[in-house]
């Protein structure tokens, strides 16, 4: 069965500093691979997702991620935290056609 | 980009009341919806799957009779929670896809609570 880890229920880090949001996920084949991110009392978001092609996908706002298949990874990156960025983020995978499967999110905090 | 309106966003009404929920997708027609529940600090939990025309598929431990989805058309999927209880009481989200490898776009969610 497919699974999503995201490492870190909870990043901290200071307005400006990088960001990095961890996601491994385990599946057979590549899946579809996707970021999205919440606001509270909000829905989903989506800030990025990969399917095929290039490995470094560009999404909004700035983040990025980098699909590693040997590492089977999928880790999601901002050069440089801004207030705003605080929120829970969702790592998650799909099979091909199939329903989203879901990361335990990562509540990311940023430090003034 | 893809947008998708779900209303109410909040409802709080006595046990024993039905709520339904709308999902819309509002510029692009949804083969697919879907509806999730997520209770506090934690990720979301599908509920079922609604394919527009057919019958909606539930995830396993989800009652069909409780959770009453209709999907008429490729814009508008409802949930209905029939006879709410305080038990009931948590955030529901509605997505929507386009086809089958696209990704799923999400509404803003219902925040329903049950005295």
């Known amino acids: 069965a497919q699974s999503v880890t995201q490492l870190g229920s909870h990043v901290s880090v200071s307005e400006g500093a990088l960001v990095l949001l961890r996601c491994n996920y385990s599946?057979?084949?590549?899946?579809?691979l996707f970021w999205y991110v919440q606001y509270p009392n909000q829905g989903l978001q989506l800030l990025l997702k990969?399917?095929?092609?290039?490995?470094l996908v560009k999404g909004i706002n700035g983040f990025e991620a980098e699909f590693k298949k040997s590492e089977t990874s999928f880790h999601l990156t901002k050069p440089s935290a801004h207030m705003s960025d605080a929120a829970e983020y969702f790592c998650?995978?799909?099979?091909?056609?199939?329903?989203?499967?879901f990361g335990q999110g990562t509540e990311l905090s940023v430090k003034p | 980009g893809a947008v998708v309106s779900q209303h109410p966003s909040r409802v709080i009404c006595k046990s024993g009341t039905s709520v339904k929920i709308e999902c819309r997708s509002l510029?692009?027609?949804?083969?697919?919806m879907f509806w999730y529940r997520q209770f506090p600090k934690q990720s979301l939990m599908l509920m079922a799957t609604?394919?527009?025309?057919?019958?909606?598929?539930?995830e396993q431990g989800v009652e069909k009779d409780k959770f009453l989805i209709n999907h008429a058309s490729l814009t508008l999927s409802t949930l209905t929670v029939t006879s709410a209880h305080p038990e009931d009481s948590s955030f529901y989200i509605c997505?929507?896809?386009?086809?089958?490898?696209?990704?799923?776009?999400f509404g803003d969610g219902t925040r329903l609570s049950i005295l």
């Open positions: 599946s057979s084949v590549p899946p579809y």
């Open positions: 997505s929507a896809r386009l086809g089958v490898n696209q990704p799923q776009h």
């Open positions: 609604s394919n527009e025309g057919s019958k909606a598929t539930y």
């Open positions: 510029d692009f027609q949804a083969t697919t």
């Open positions: 990969y399917t095929t092609g290039a490995t």
């Open positions: 998650a995978v799909t099979p091909l056609g199939g329903k989203l499967i």
